[in-house]
């Protein structure tokens, strides 16, 4: 089927594009990838479209199938990875660099997820040599920040997202500053069904913004997208999109079901009506 989809519009108040991202984690062979994205095409409006850009993160494994089928239909999805190595290339076995993903015309790349995090052993370092190779390499990184349960409980939270946020924006390309994205993800609220509530999200967003301007500029501030991750799903999708300092969402465990990760994105109530 093809058929051509809108540019997403930027929202009234920011001039900010919403950014809805599909974080498949260890899930979906290349398969299995191929057949979501025929399915989600076939499922959301050309309308639904207008309302945000859909990037879609699958496993390494399934980059290269869903370039071809989004080029082949002309699907409007964007392409995401979900982590990446600093380095161009090299003697480091196991790693994928920025220009491979680039030559699957990947756009984004998640940085810093907790789980790498966590996991992994990723530092704040880490982190940040990977956004900066990202930007550098002329892709996006979706930098993850987030709080634990003992910080959230301690009182640390925003110390904790600062230092997160801090040690990225030191050695970020400034000429690439605006085009950052951030996922403000709470590592209590990934994967257990109790998300924040969209207060908490929204205040926290603010606190990064007024972060950005202070180490950055306003004008960046403005232009950087914060996006909200942790238990999103169809029933809180639009209050969080609602909330003035959020451009978008992170999505885990709902955004491996085409029906329901359309519902998410076009579903009752349409995403629309918050703005
Ligand atoms: O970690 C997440 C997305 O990166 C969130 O996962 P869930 O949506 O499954 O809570």
């Known amino acids: 089927m093809s058929r051509r989809a809108p540019e997403p519009e930027p929202q009234a108040g920011s001039g900010r594009v919403r950014l809805v991202v599909a974080n498949w984690k260890l899930h979906h062979t290349h398969l299995e990838a191929i057949a979501f994205l025929e399915r989600l095409w076939h499922l959301l409006d050309v309308e639904d479209y207008r309302r945000a850009e859909i990037a879609i993160c699958p496993a390494f494994t399934a980059l290269r199938s869903a370039q071809l089928t989004i080029e082949t239909d002309g699907m409007p999805y964007r392409l995401g990875a979900q982590d990446v190595f600093w380095e161009p290339s090299g003697a480091y076995t196991g790693e994928v660099s920025v220009p491979m993903l680039a030559k699957l015309d990947v756009k984004y790349v998640i940085v810093g997820h907790s789980e790498r995090r966590r996991l992994f052993g990723e530092t704040d370092d880490v982190v940040a040599k990977k956004a900066a190779a990202v930007a550098s390499g002329g892709l996006v990184p979706i930098v993850c920040v987030g709080e634990v349960a003992e910080e959230r409980a301690g009182g640390t939270t925003e110390a904790v997202l600062e230092r997160q946020l801090d040690t990225v924006l030191t050695t970020y390309p400034v000429e690439a500053l605006g ?3 951030i996922a403000y993800e709470p ?13 908490d999200a929204e205040h926290v967003a603010r606190f990064l913004r007024d972060r950005l ?15 909200y991750g942790g238990s999103v799903d169809v029933g809180n999708a639009v209050a969080f999109l609602a909330q003035a300092d959020i451009d ?28």
């Open 179 to 181: 085009e950052l994205v």
């Open 213 to 227: 301007a202070r180490r950055a500029s306003e004008a960046v501030a403005a232009r950087v997208r914060i996006l």
């Open 187 to 199: 590592v209590w609220a990934i994967g257990s069904g109790t998300p924040a509530t969209p207060e």
């Open 248 to 275: 978008g969402l992170l999505v885990g465990g709902a955004s491996l079901d085409p029906e329901r990760f359309a519902q998410l994105l076009g579903g009752r109530p349409r995403i629309a009506s918050t703005s």
